[in-house]
């Protein structure tokens, strides 16, 4: 079933039975939050909440709902892009770079529907007046204090936009963009827009800056589930988020044209925020902001928007996240990245098996990385592929393990590299891009990198020593216990693990 709106999500996910309408009133300063906070510790991350009616910072009942954590568990992000797997995804991918060109006509003719599939979605412009312009707020009526953007920490410089689209075009390509960029409200008509300077609506900023031309900007909040997860994927600048969105939910995303702005907004959406950026401004600070290092963020210099209307639907659900200490919501979305990324991440790099970015890592910080090496030294080539491959290059950390290891247990992964590992020779530093949000590295968003090579080391690679097994139980023994084990009358924790592991490194 394809996921049109924001609302048939929500219901969606209550169908599963991962909803929580929250009748009480609860403050959107800090409250939400802390409670959100709570579920998204819980295992697996907790169910969605629908805060029914949030009280706002100055005590008035806000007229909209708030939802948050709509994509905080596997089932519901799979629920969201219309999987049971999020390997599905990458599967898809993976056909059609796989393509194999066939012999003779007929055979080239049967590839046609295949590679049709990326460009068989393109976004749809709607004509006629668009859901998300039910309502329309333009000069004095515009007051984005009637919305209940959250507060999420205590030391926060305000209230912040968690979960919104950030849609700008590239005024040299024409190419549109949509990021997921936490916006601070300002005032009643006034935001402040965090895109990290490493991020594609920092670039198209940057380069109309230097024209000196205004910049227009459509923040959309809470759409098709597939164009929300979009705007946090790292996709190159030259694809267009929306027909990424389209080729996820295998239908295109309606678009309407902005009420102020010469940008194209989801139909759909629950609102949308319009607005421009004056570049003979200066800039406004932004932050502190409780970020999802589980520090603040320090405060610093970035646009502001001027807001020209806000739009909605007449009944719209507000759309936040919270982030913070992990694991959060913000792990759902990035795993979903993780799992679709990985056949793209081959493609410049064949011996990549898997990867995983677990959760205490906050992406940027720890990868691990298995490979199917089959020459010295490619540890260190897989490194330096992963360093200059798009926002990878931001990656603190990265550990490259043999093929056998799952990575996806960061237990095993560790386990493993701690072994294989004489320090010395096996880490080795470098020097690049580091993450906006690294508050330790010597210069702002520039330093050091540690590439850790934990796989099995060759003779050719200098290693002279004999290098052990792997214990494993041998297969008869393990029969006969199976055998025996109903007769034992012990009782394990599904889960626990057999000693030796599965790992055959
Ligand atoms: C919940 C959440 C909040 C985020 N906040 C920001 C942010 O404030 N600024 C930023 O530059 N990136 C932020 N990101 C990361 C970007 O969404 C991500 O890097 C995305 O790929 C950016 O899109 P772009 O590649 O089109 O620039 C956030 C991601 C998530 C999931």
């Known amino acids: 079933m394809t996921l049109d709106t924001l609302q048939e999500y929500i219901a969606a996910i209550d169908r599963i039975g991962e909803l929580v309408r929250i009748s009480e009133p609860v403050r959107t300063r800090l409250e939400i939050a802390e409670i959100a906070d709570r579920c998204m510790k819980s295992p697996g991350g907790g169910p969605a909440l629908l805060f029914e009616h949030p009280v706002l910072e100055d005590g008035r009942r806000s007229e909209f709902p708030v939802a948050i954590n709509l994509f905080g ?6 629920l969201a892009l219309g999987v049971d797997n999020l390997d599905d995804i990458g599967g898809r991918i993976s056909e059609l770079l ?9 055979g080239k003719l049967s590839m046609l529907p295949k590679l049709a599939e990326v460009a068989k979605f393109p976004p749809r412009t709607r004509s006629g007046r668009p859901a ?22 205590p030391q926060d410089g305000g209230r912040y936009i968690t979960l919104p689209m950030v849609i700008t075009m590239d005024p040299e390509r024409g190419i549109r963009n949509v990021g997921m960029y936490r916006v601070q409200v300002l005032g009643r008509d006034s935001l402040a827009m965090h895109w990290q300077r490493h991020k594609v609506g920092a670039h198209h900023w940057r380069a109309l800056a230097e024209q000196g031309r205004k910049m227009e900007v459509a923040i959309a909040i809470g759409a098709d589930p597939a164009s929300v997860y979009s705007g946090s994927a790292p996709l190159p600048p030259t694809i ?30 629950e609102m949308v925020i319009e607005g421009f950026i004056d570049p003979t401004e200066p800039l406004v600070m932004e932050g ?27 009944k719209p659900v507000y759309a936040a996240t919270l982030v913070g200490r992990p694991p959060m919501e913000d792990y ?13 991440l081959k493609l410049t790099t064949p011996e990549v098996v898997d990867y995983h970015m677990p959760a205490c890592g906050i992406f940027h910080n720890l990868v691990f990385v298995a490979i199917d090496k089959q020459y010295p030294g490619q540890a260190y080539k897989v490194m330096n592929a992963l360093w200059g491959a798009g926002l990878m290059s931001l990656a603190k950390v990265l550990v490259i393990v043999d093929k056998e290891v799952n990575v996806r247990d960061p237990d095993e992964a560790w386990w493993i590299a701690l072994n294989n590992i004489d320090p010395e020779r096996d880490v080795r530093f470098t020097k690049g891009p580091v993450d906006v949000l690294d508050h330790s590295s010597q210069f702002f968003t ?13 003779k050719d690679e200098g290693f002279t020593r004999e290098w052990p097994e792997l214990i494993t139980m041998d297969d008869a023994t393990r029969q006969r216990v199976d055998e025996l084990w109903p007769r034992l009358g012990i009782r394990l924790e599904p889960g626990a693990r057999a000693a030796g592991g599965r790992a055959k490194a």
């Open 73 to 78: 568990s596997m089932r519901r992000m799979c």
């Open 98 to 106: 796989n393509l194999k060109v066939p012999d003779g006509l007929l």
């Open 132 to 153: 998300c312009q039910e309502v329309v707020w333009q000069g004095g009526d515009i007051d984005l204090d009637r919305i209940p953007f959250l507060t999420t920490w």
């Open 240 to 269: 267009d988020e929306f027909i990424f969105a389209g080729f996820l939910r295998k239908a295109p995303v309606e678009l309407a044209r902005a009420v102020t702005v010469d940008l194209e907004v989801p139909a759909e959406a």
């Open 288 to 314: 502190p902001f409780g970020d999802h290092t589980g520090f603040y963020s320090l405060a610093d210099l970035y646009p502001r928007v001027q807001v020209t209307a806000v739009t909605m639907k007449k």
């Open 332 to 344: 759902y979305l990035g795993h979903a990245t993780e799992r679709i990324f990985l056949p793209l």
């Open 446 to 458: 520039f330093g050091s990198k540690m590439g850790i090579d934990g796989t099995r080391k060759w």
